[in-house]
């Protein structure tokens, strides 16, 4: 009867253990995706930035300054 509590006690501790494990694959796979997003409007961010550049360097092309 002691063993069999034994293992009883020993399966119920590996299935909190694998119920642990499952969390926290679910929690990284959740901030895995939240990174992914955000790294997209980073680089969306950066692309209309960069293309606010060219049509500021556009603009400015067509001043003359007293350095020129």
Request: no cysteine; hydrophobic share 35%; charged share 20%.
């Amino acid at each position: 009867n002691r063993l069999v509590d034994e293992v009883s006690t020993a399966m119920e501790q590996q299935q909190q253990g694998a119920s642990q494990i499952n969390i926290s694959v679910q929690q990284l796979s959740e901030v895995a995706q939240s990174n992914a997003a955000s790294s997209e409007e980073l680089a969306a961010g950066a692309e209309s930035i960069k293309e606010m550049g060219i049509k500021l360097q556009k603009l400015l092309s067509y001043y003359k300054t007293s350095a020129e």
